[in-house]
């Protein structure tokens, strides 16, 4: 009994490390579907495009360019509104 709690308090204390959401990658531009897989970054997104005056429906968020490292450590700045926005893969930027 002793050991099923020790390994349950493991578990627990676990848990917070695998749910913690990935920081954008400084330098790099994201379109913003990628930045909502990535993190929580919607409701950045969102005041990011209201800050510009940008469109802030779901569809607008997620085809707009964002650039990481702005003002801090995975901060993000808006760059564009793209009619298309690309995946540049792993490492790479993203672009309209």
């Known amino acids: 009994m002793v050991k099923l709690s020790i390994i349950n308090f493991a ?3 676990a848990l917070p490390s695998l749910v913690t959401a990935a920081k954008c990658t400084n330098g790099l ?4 579907y990628n ?3 990535k993190g929580d970054y919607v409701g950045e997104m969102y005041a990011e495009n ?5 469109p802030t429906d779901n569809i607008s968020l997620w085809y707009t ?6 003002g801090g450590d995975g901060w993000i700045r808006y760059i564009a ?3 298309k926005c ?3 893969g792993a490492g790479q930027s993203d672009y309209c």
């Open 11 to 13: 578990v627990i204390c």
């Open 29 to 32: 531009y994201y379109c913003g």
């Open 35 to 37: 930045l909502a897989k």
């Open 50 to 54: 209201k800050r510009v005056g940008a």
């Open 65 to 70: 360019l964002y650039y990481c490292g702005a």
């Open 81 to 83: 509104a793209c009619d």
């Open 86 to 88: 690309y995946d540049g």
